[in-house]
């Protein structure tokens, strides 16, 4: 079974944002309230009403499924003792001194959705000093200190991923791709690196499928990918489909070997550089490969018009003088004929070979339809600098 994406942790992300996993995953679902009224960009609109690539789904129960850890480890992440009863319906009431607020020293900057939060770990965050409401009285949003928030909603993702068969993706450079199962260990991991990963590898095949599928995806794409249409996706999904169901099968074949062969690994960035490594060599080094003997197939094929090109006037010249001889050169001009066409027929069935399904002539074919004509000397030049994770508005 193919998963499809959940996206997070924008509530509308942006066209530019959703284009990778558009070119991955089946479908895309993002982490959105039954009731939120949705503005979004008309390429996202388009995938939604007439492509049917987009699904919303709501995240409260797995945000109130995740409560009980995350508070645990915030708690134990600030170091101070407060009430907190067990539940996932409890209501807890806090009441933070103003002395406990102002020695918190955080910066609030990232805006989380209320119906992404239990109550109690909202209330847990004002307690702790780490969010405060917003001034508009009418905006749904919690302001949480940015690192907090960071953690908060790639465990709530995992969580509602989890829950519904998914696989979690985003393009936020703190992504955790590669943690562990989210523990309250891990969470106080997190937060104590401010947001960042703790460097906690996860080598299970999903994960490693979703980052070397993206990460291979990402590396072809050219550099005004958001200008690209929605309706381009669509055509290379449909147009190559052999090609894409052969990505996805050598996706999967790359990632259990590597969770196989790495999971007793001990870092994240070793495991990321190891992600890269697969991506080039199984990849982009095919997909340099194959542009070369297409490039040596078409000045084989100019050669061939060259050399047709120097036999045509002769060929004439005998043909005049049998037609002024009324000698009829029907045999001759018929055998040059078939010589013709058992050369472009051979050509044909050579590039037919080179362009075979797999993953490197989808990725190949992508790109080309994308920025024609291809220029695979950029995408080897651009996996050394980009990362594992997925590339921010909650």
Wanted: charged share 25%.
């Amino acid at each position: 079974m193919r998963k499809i994406a959940l996206h997070y942790p924008e509530l509308t992300p942006r066209w530019g944002m959703l284009l990778p996993a558009a070119l991955f995953y089946p479908k895309i679902a993002l982490m959105r309230p039954r009731d939120f009224t949705i503005y979004e960009d008309s390429e996202v609109t388009e995938l939604r009403n007439e492509l049917d690539l987009i699904v919303d789904v709501d995240p409260r129960a797995a945000a109130q499924a995740i409560a009980p850890k995350f508070v645990e480890a915030i708690e134990r992440y600030t170091g101070r003792e407060h009430p907190y009863v067990q539940g996932r319906h409890t209501s807890v009431h806090w009441a933070p001194s103003e002395t406990t607020l102002r020695s918190a020293k955080i910066i609030v900057d990232s805006e989380i959705h209320h119906e992404k939060l239990d109550s109690t770990v909202e209330e847990a965050f004002k307690a702790l000093g780490l969010a405060k409401e917003t001034n508009d009285p009418l905006a749904p949003w919690l302001l949480v200190e940015r690192g907090v928030a960071n953690v908060y909603l790639c465990v709530l993702a995992e969580e509602l991923a989890r829950q519904n068969h998914m696989q979690a993706v985003t393009n936020h450079e703190w992504d955790f791709g590669y943690v562990c199962d989210w523990t309250s260990d891990a969470i106080v991991a997190a937060l104590m690196q401010h947001g960042r990963s703790p460097g906690l590898p996860n080598t299970s095949s999903s994960a490693l499928y979703n980052g070397i599928g993206l990460l291979a995806v990402r590396v072809f794409l050219p550099d005004n990918a958001h200008e690209v249409p929605a309706k381009k996706v669509v055509e290379i999904r449909e147009r190559y489909h052999a090609e894409f169901l052969a990505f996805l099968d050598e996706i999967e074949a790359a990632a259990a070997d590597l969770s196989a062969a790495l999971a007793d690994i001990a870092e994240a960035s070793v495991l990321e550089a190891y992600v890269k490594s697969e991506v080039e060599n199984r990849f982009v080094k095919r997909a340099e490969d194959l542009e070369k003997a297409l490039r040596g197939l078409n000045i084989a094929t100019a050669s061939t018009t060259v050399t047709t090109k120097f036999e045509v006037p002769a060929l004439l010249s005998v043909t005049a003088a049998g037609v002024m001889a009324h000698q009829p050169l029907v045999a001759g001009s018929s055998a040059v004929a078939a010589g013709l066409l058992g050369v472009y027929t051979r050509m044909r069935e050579q590039r037919k070979e080179i362009l075979a399904p797999s993953g490197a002539t989808y990725l190949y074919d992508m790109r080309r339809a994308l920025t024609p004509p291809s220029h695979l000397a950029k995408v080897a030049q651009k996996i050394s600098r980009i990362g594992t994770g997925k590339d921010s508005g909650n």
